[in-house]
């Protein structure tokens, strides 16, 4: 029998209220087998001999058994979960066998986490006698934003990292860092940090993301061709601006400006229909709204016109998984006469998308404040499908 050097902790021992299932997230079907069974695979797949060992609730011991044998690792070590993280993780240390140098520690809910990634960390942890955790880059603009909502200032994403696991040790050093842990921490790299460990990057995986909301569950059965895969998402978009005090504000509606007409006000150019289309999209996506996405004073977007947002918005949607397959916006304003450019309008929007878009047009018959010209508002209904 080949002599085992390494060995994975797999923590699901969590409850994952916001999954909002009716197991622990870790025994939640995903396309077929639980997220324990996923994750315990990669890891039967590693090439060189490996003991695992699954941190699980108390009362699904049994089950984990189970559930790591059919993953292909039979005679798994399964112990019960603590209370925190980081006790499940000192549980599933204290189970680890004698002589296993190089620990690794992965969260059941990173399902998708291929067997690559978790031999890259183990053979940067052998390179460099260090801690390793797999890191992607942040894409997004980080504000800092204080207890009010004020945005503070823009932090450098230089030097930012989004971190996953698994999360590779030296035995003896994440040994000593539970050993002196004065404070609970939220992964195992602060833990061995605040211990005076020294912690290195190597390369994540996008598909390594946590599955923890609703929406990560569907976006990871669409990965696998699940039932998520195939069903249409429909999401709905209202946004409503007041016209401009000052008849120098230019209009702009569906990516077009109206010469002639006072314009919206806003932080952006105003312009309701774009705006009422991007909420569909993202509502659809699942990836929350505009004023979420872009914020509602970034200075980024001052003055930005509707082709702005929907190129942005598009790039949010295909990143959630999903392609564009039409829209439908109808704009509620006693002006500007959009029949006259309706065709202009549905041309450019549609190829901004890469899909088909209806743009039309109502009057509220004098009731409220659009009756009243005071200001105008648009309904958007959007329908994506997973890419």
Do not use: Y
Not at 1 to 29: E, Q
Request: overall charge negative; proline content about 4%.
């Amino acid at each position: 029998m080949s002599t085992v050097h390494l060995a994975v902790i797999v923590v699901a021992a969590g409850s994952g209220t916001r999954l909002g299932a009716d197991a622990p997230k870790a025994f939640v079907d995903l396309s077929g087998r639980t997220m324990l069974e996923r994750a315990c695979a990669s890891v039967a797949a590693l090439a060189e001999p490996v003991e695992l060992v699954v941190v699980a609730p108390e009362e699904r011991l049994g089950e984990a058994r189970a559930v790591a044998a059919r993953a292909g690792t039979e005679g798994a070590v399964v112990v019960a979960g603590a209370a925190t993280r980081q006790g499940s993780v000192a549980a599933g240390l204290a189970a680890v066998a004698p002589g296993i140098e190089t620990v690794l520690v992965h969260d059941a809910a990173r399902a998708l986490a291929p067997t690559a990634l978790f031999a890259r960390v183990a053979a940067a942890v052998r390179e460099h006698g260090d801690g390793v955790v797999p890191v992607l880059p942040v894409v997004d603009t980080i504000k800092r934003v204080d207890a009010g909502g004020a945005v503070l200032g823009t932090v450098d994403r230089s030097e930012l990292a989004a971190v996953q696991t698994p999360q590779g040790f030296p035995r003896q050093l994440i040994e000593h860092a539970f050993a002196v842990a004065g404070a609970e921490h939220t992964d195992d790299a602060a833990l061995v940090q605040s211990a005076g460990g020294t912690v290195r990057a190597v390369a994540g995986e996008e598909i390594a993301f946590k599955i923890t909301t609703p929406a990560d569950l569907e976006r990871a059965e669409r990965l696998l061709g699940g039932p998520a895969a195939s069903a249409p998402r429909i999401g709905t978009g209202v946004d409503v601006h007041a016209f401009a005090d000052d008849d120098s504000v230019p209009l702009w509606i569906a990516g077009l400006e109206w010469p002639g007409q006072t314009g919206l006000a806003g932080h952006s150019d105003g312009d309701v229909v774009v705006h009422a289309m991007c909420d569909a999209l993202l509502a659809a996506a699942g990836r929350g709204d505009l004023g979420a996405i872009f914020g509602t004073a970034d200075p980024a977007f001052a003055g930005a016109h509707g082709e702005v947002f929907l190129r942005e918005t598009l790039r949010v949607v295909g990143e959630a998984g999903f392609r564009v397959g039409s829209v439908s916006v109808q704009l509620i304003g006693n002006r500007p006469k959009l029949g006259t450019r309706r065709a202009e309008a549905e041309a450019l929007l549609s190829g901004v998308l890469g899909a088909p878009v209806s743009v039309a047009a109502t009057t509220s018959d004098g009731l409220g404040f659009t009756g009243r010209g005071e200001g105008l508002a648009a309904i958007a209904t959007a329908i994506v499908h997973a890419a």
